[in-house]
């Protein structure tokens, strides 16, 4: 049996007897530098510093032995415990969790854990926080270091949310414990490097508000006009209906609006975009570390032959290159039973290619036709927006 034992900053100390007894019983101790410091043994120390990848070999190839894996506070909570449960059989897994930060910071705060967004920026981009910030949303961060905190008051700030509470806990549940707070605007504290920060987020007059529903404003994104409009990209994320873990390709990404917003629908969502157009595909990356998900994938290539090789798809969306021969039927040829495949298009060319496509495989053809509000001199009418049609195919 592998043990993965969480250990607060109080230490061992906080530990259980049964807890202690398996650190003195083990064979082999694995973790960082920090914690195998506390052990006072002369076993077998492997440490996270040599490598990952290595720690994890050596442990796979020592599991006639008794091992502990030592972690900081709850291991399956952004912790190494998910990272070994990947690699690991989880029958030869035990996880003995001891209070973490998460819980230290909400009980500090007089907050209710369920109504806390929990997340961390160790080992992950900053700009993950953008999903989350809203007004009134309690955050709760996992930092990477003490620049952390004046790097979160920045990106509050520059989204409109400066004034935002923020508390910094040092060193919580050990003898150096400190609280420092204020606002994120004016923000200037220095803090030791292990520490945790609460938000509560105060929006400013115009700050930018992100719904949860789909359907974001087009002035959000930065584009070059490649951009599924707001009212057609909700109906189009409609028929895709992503689910928890699914995974999207979006061909023919443009500024990858479509791919955003499928991320965004749930923190396990994920997509790959695939576009040709070098300043796209910059403005791809911009954009998804602005709406706070910046481990979309970006692929450079014109598909069908940029497809070749990437995991197997749930869903895919096409909206440009319809007329490409075979980019149809190689995206579907990619689906899995239970697979959608969405392609729009407003030109005749596509449409023709769509409606071939549609005589041999099935599917759901719809028309979106938009007006918008536009100003005609002083007067006001609604102009209508070039229409759209689009196919729906669920793979049986």
């Not at 009134?136 to 409109?160: H, Q, T």
Request: hydrophobic letters at 40%; aromatic letters at 4%; a negative charge.
């Amino acid at each position: 049996m592998i043990h993965i034992i969480g250990i607060g900053e109080d230490g061992l100390e906080g530990l259980s007897p049964v807890v202690k007894s398996l650190i003195d019983g083990a064979d082999i101790l694995v973790g960082g530098e920090r914690h195998l410091e506390m052990i006072e043994s002369s076993v077998r120390k492997i440490s996270w510093g040599v490598g990952l990848n290595h720690g994890i070999d050596e442990i796979k190839a020592n599991k006639d032995k008794e091992i502990c894996v030592l972690a900081t506070g709850e291991p399956l909570w952004f912790g190494i415990g998910t990272t070994l449960l990947r690699h690991i059989d989880k029958d030869d897994i035990q996880v003995h969790p001891t209070c973490g930060a998460f819980s230290l910071a909400a009980a500090r705060m007089g907050w209710a854990i369920p109504d806390c967004v929990c997340m961390t920026i160790h080992g992950r981009a900053l700009e993950t926080l953008n999903r989350y910030v809203a007004p009134g949303v309690k955050i709760v961060i996992l930092s990477r270091d003490g620049k952390s905190p004046l790097e979160v008051a920045d990106l509050l700030a520059k989204y409109g949310y400066g004034q935002s509470k923020i508390t910094v806990f040092e060193h919580m549940g050990g003898e150096k414990e400190n609280k420092l707070f204020g606002t994120a605007t004016g923000w200037t504290a220095k803090t030791a490097d292990l520490n945790t920060i609460a938000l509560e987020c105060v929006a400013e007059k115009g700050a930018r508000r992100l719904p949860l529903t789909t359907g974001l404003d087009d002035d959000l994104f930065e584009h070059d006009g490649q951009l599924t409009k707001r009212e057609v990209r909700a109906v189009t994320l409609s028929t895709l209906a992503p689910q928890p873990g699914e995974l999207l390709w979006d061909v023919g990404a443009g500024c990858g609006s479509i791919a955003i917003e499928w991320m965004r629908s749930h923190p396990t969502c994920q997509a790959i975009a695939i576009e040709q157009n070098d300043q796209r595909r910059s403005m791809i990356a911009h954009n998804g570390a602005a709406f706070g998900v910046p481990t979309l994938e970006i692929v450079d290539g014109r598909a069908p032959d940029a497809l070749d090789g990437l995991p197997t798809p749930d869903a895919i969306f096409v909206g440009g290159g319809i007329s490409i021969p075979g980019l149809l039927e190689s995206c579907w040829n990619a689906l899995l039973v239970g697979g959608r495949l969405v392609a729009n298009t407003v030109t005749l060319e596509a449409e023709r290619e769509m409606l071939h496509f549609q005589s041999k495989f099935g599917g759901r053809l719809v028309r979106v036709a938009v007006s918008r509000e536009e100003n005609v001199g002083r007067l006001t009418a609604l102009k209508p927006m070039a229409p759209v049609l689009q196919l729906c195919i669920v793979k049986e």
